[in-house]
């Protein structure tokens, strides 16, 4: 069983910028596909960026050159951070982890961008 646990979100002002960690309980972690999602008010989770255990990078196109994804195996830890933050950033962010056909979620943090 592995449970996640996001932090980091916040408030901020259109510009500024955030970073987003994930903690994993388990002894698993660094064998898990690790994704950030987000989802807005009234609209559909989607895909910010995902990183795999051989630390395969994917980002969409929405963050790309902004929000950059990353892990640390030996804290147990995946981030995002998150520049140049737009107001249309805003959401709640999750977490995911996929090992052997098993998805785990996190809670999510919300990520308000407004001035």
């Known amino acids: 069983q592995v449970q996640l646990v996001e932090s980091g979100g916040g408030l901020v002002q259109p510009g500024g910028s955030l970073r987003l960690s994930c903690a994993a309980s388990?002894?698993?972690?660094?064998?898990?596909?690790m994704a950030w999602y987000r989802q807005a008010p009234g609209k559909q989770r989607e895909l910010v960026a995902l990183?795999?255990?051989?630390?395969?990078?994917n980002v969409a196109d929405a963050v790309k050159g902004r929000f950059t994804i990353s892990r640390d195996n030996a804290k147990n830890t995946l981030y995002l951070q998150m520049n140049s933050l737009k107001p249309e950033d805003t959401a709640i962010y999750y977490c995911?982890?996929?090992?052997?056909?098993?998805?785990?979620w996190g809670q999510g943090t919300q990520v308000t961008v407004s001035s």
């Open positions: 388990g002894s698993i972690f660094r064998l898990l596909t």
């Open positions: 990183i795999g255990s051989v630390d395969t990078i």
């Open positions: 995911k982890g996929i090992w052997g056909g098993t998805a785990y």
